[in-house]
């Protein structure tokens, strides 16, 4: 993708500098010459991706024009109800769904989608306040939230929430359903290298360690669905991906990637949870995402380059914890070379399954980082399972 001209897609470039002038990231007056232009509109479209948490690249591609058109809307600013089959999505609905969490109303995590979650959240929050329920957003039921929005806040109760399902599921990988997610697809097949007469694609890496991954999962009892195969017919977005997760049921899903950067010297492993700059995390997500940092880190050697939050569409619109590995830089010729090596794929994919394993065991269980032999887990886990029946 190029950078956005004067001139460009005529409608669209006026919408998004329209909504860069709402959030105040742009200059309301006229634009100005035409060198100016493309640059003062990149500037303001990186520092929005940048408060958004989404790749900061200065181009708008459709996860950051989704993330704008739905930047425009302001709490009160329309009436919010549950439009079936396309719902409403929007800054406003975010607004709104963070406020019903601080007051302890259940509407899941503050996805901006106006969903029956949400819906049913607001009929409660009416019930209560003395409004007919019907689960639309009006102007009476904005000045009820308006009038009580401020007294009552609450610690983080999607946070608490999220944790003490998680914590309900048990101590038992028997059963549970993992969606595994190999990044890319052959139509986008992500980063690619040349390497003498080998071709190295973000895809093919991506799946063959999804592929191995499923396998010892499978092996320790978990329910595993990859998101696609290694050749899909269609090209699939990570809205998709998410959809399929949520459909399935999915108790954790992570999402595998392998980096690169122009500079060859950039490598190392990191991880993505769900989570905002203003600190709204997914704690669970978190706690995942670290344990696959530490044991990655650990047992390949591979530079840690750290845990961090993001709003990426595949991690705040997937319902259950999910976490997105970046394991190496496929542009960096030492982490190239441990990539193309077989035996190395098996150390990450078994440090994953030790973290995975990590997850569904108490702490006072837990054994040191790196040491959990993963042929064993099948033994330890029939051993947790029967102490817990
Ligand atoms: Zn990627």
Redesign the pocket.
């Known amino acids: 993708m190029r950078p956005i001209r004067r001139g460009d897609r005529g409608r669209a470039v006026t919408e998004i500098r329209a909504v860069l002038v709402g959030l105040g990231l742009l200059p309301a007056g006229g634009p100005p010459g035409a060198d100016e232009f493309e640059a003062e509109t990149e500037r303001a479209v990186r520092a929005f991706q940048q408060d958004r948490g989404l790749n900061v690249d200065g181009q708008v591609g459709p996860e950051t024009w989704r993330a704008l058109d739905a930047a425009r809307w302001r709490l009160g600013a329309r009436t919010l109800y549950q439009a079936i089959p396309d719902p409403l999505i929007g800054e406003d609905v975010r607004t709104l769904q963070e406020r019903l969490l601080e007051m302890g109303y259940d509407v899941g995590r503050a996805d901006g989608v106006y969903g029956a979650r949400t819906a049913r959240a607001v009929a409660q929050f009416q019930r209560e306040v003395g409004l007919p329920p019907d689960g639309a957003c009006g102007p009476h039921t904005m000045n009820a939230l308006r009038r009580l929005g401020r007294k009552v806040v609450g610690g983080r109760p999607t946070l608490l929430r999220e944790s003490d399902a998680f914590r309900q599921s048990g101590p038992n990988l028997v059963g549970k359903v993992i969606v595994v997610d190999p990044?890319?697809d052959p139509f986008d097949p992500?980063?690619v290298v040349q390497d003498g007469t080998m071709r190295w694609t973000?895809a093919d890496l991506?799946y063959d360690l999804a592929a191995r991954l499923e396998g010892r999962l499978a092996a320790a009892g978990m329910r595993v669905h990859l998101t696609r195969g290694p050749a899909p017919a269609a090209p699939l977005a990570d809205l998709t991906r998410a959809d399929l997760a949520n459909e399935l049921g999915g108790d954790l899903l992570i999402s595998l990637?392998?980096?690169g950067h122009a500079n060859p010297e950039a490598e190392g492993v990191a991880t993505y949870h769900y989570g905002t700059a203003n600190g709204v995390t997914s704690s669970v997500g978190e706690r995942l995402a670290g344990l696959v940092q530490r044991e990655i880190v650990v047992r390949t050697g591979l530079r840690n380059c750290q845990t961090h939050a993001k709003t990426w569409e595949l991690l705040r619109l997937t319902r259950m914890p999910a976490v997105r590995v970046?394991v190496g830089y496929l542009t960096s010729p030492t982490d190239r070379a441990r990539l193309i090596d077989p035996r190395f794929r098996d150390r990450v994919v078994d440090a994953i399954v030790a973290a995975v394993q990590r997850m569904y065991f108490p702490v006072e269980e837990d054994v040191p980082t790196g040491s959990i032999d993963v042929s064993e887990l099948r033994a330890m886990v029939a051993a947790g399972a029967a102490a817990h029946d």
């Open positions: 990044g890319h992500g980063f973000e991506a990637h392998i980096d970046d």
